[in-house]
Each structure stands twice: as C-alpha cells, then as structure tokens.
C-alpha cells in the first residue's frame, strides 16, 4: 500500500511546514527552539538505548535535525516524512553533511506495512500534536519495533501553562515560531499518550520533562511535564 493511500495527516499541517523548509537548518529561523532542544532529546534518548550500529527510525523527521544528530551517534537511520519540500532539504543537507541518513517520503503506517519489527529505536519528536490521529501513529511504531525495542515521543502537554508559554509567549510576544505552529486541542496529556501506548500493547518507562529556557537559547530534561516532555516506551 503507497503513502498516499494512509490519510493520517493534515495538509493544512504540511503545507505550514514545507514553508518553513528552507530555513530549517537555520539555528536563528523559524525552528531556534528545535535547534536548541535538539541536544537535551539526544542525550535522554542515548541514556535509554544504544545507538551506535542500531536499526533507529525518525518519525516525522522533518528536515533532518534530529535524523542527522542520531545519525552522527553511530546509529543507521531512517527517516520519514509527508512533506515534500523538507525531505528534499534534509537530502540537500545531507549532501553538505556527509552524514548518512535514509529520508524516505512516507507515512509511518506505510512504512510499518513494508517493515514490520525492524527497528531497534524509534523516535516521534513534535509530531504526533500535528496528525489527526496519534494513537494510530503510536500503534504503527509499535508495529515497527522489534521486540525490546524503545520507542521515544517528545510533544506538549494540554494545560494552561503550555498555552501561556508555546503559543502566546513563543508565538504572538517572543516572536520566535510562526503564528499558528501550534493548535491548543491538539496538545496531548500524559494520560492521554500512556492510553495510546497500552493500546498498541508497549510499556510506558519514564515522562519527563523538556524545559526550554528561550533567554539563554537552551532545553535541558527535568521534572516539570506541564509545558513540552518527552517519554520513552519499550515493546515486550
């Protein structure tokens, strides 16, 4: 079945981002706050799994920031997008890089038909607050473990703080992601993520939380969850 026929997305989601494409590698453009997250969700991962000479695949990768980061950990990447205009940068950035990843232009349902229980590590970074139906996104993943593999997600959770800060403060006062970026109805509780995850029958290890600091430009992994956080899963 191609990708074009798992209706999982948004176009109105793809479109927003194939316009930030071109200025995704860019650490002061639209994506700073990605830049700057980017280290503390490598190291919460590479604490949880070994990457170097792992199967890894990078869901909703965009333009390869976090693909290329995992990549330069040894690990064999994957990685997959909907977005037309992204996957051909991060191709065009792989060819400066040198860093070797495999960017396919694919749904993850897709991919889960083509290669099931492949991967020992998967990561779902800001994705799943952008797809109708996250649950299905989760329950694809789980198909794409091999058992014991570890599923990673980062997204923003459903409270007032959350609102206040990634979309009145980072979007309308601070200025420094597109208006628009983000929906409030479609940040995810944790409640809400570790039900997805039973239902796709993966154990829920740890939440915590990803703390962005936007006056010094850095993230680091904490206790607090009410804002952006980040969850590891294993497949039994």
Known sequence: MSAEQH?????VELDKFNALANRWWDPEGPQKPL????????????????LRGARVLDVGCG????SEALAREG????????????????????LESGVQVDYRLSAVE??????????????????LEHVPDPGAVIAACATLLKPGG??????????????ALAIVGAEYIA??????????????KPSELAAWLRAADL????VSGLIYDPLRHTARVGSRTDVNYIACATKP
């Open 7 to 11: 209706d999982n997305f948004s176009q």
């Open 150 to 163: 570890r599923l990673f997600l980062s997204t923003l959770n459903r409270t007032p703080a959350a609102f």
């Open 175 to 188: 200025r420094m992601l597109p208006k628009g970026t983000h929906q409030y109805r479609d940040f995810i």
């Open 203 to 206: 154990s829920l290890d740890d």
């Open 35 to 50: 830049h700057a997250l980017n280290p503390a969700r490598l190291g919460y991962v590479r604490e949880r799994t070994t």
């Open 110 to 127: 897709a991919l889960a038909e083509e290669m099931p229980a492949h991967f020992d590590a998967i990561a779902c970074m800001e994705m």
């Open 63 to 66: 333009a390869g920031l976090f």
């Open 75 to 94: 690990a064999e990447v994957t990685a997959i997008d909907l977005a037309p205009d992204l996957i051909k940068v991060a191709k065009l950035h792989r």
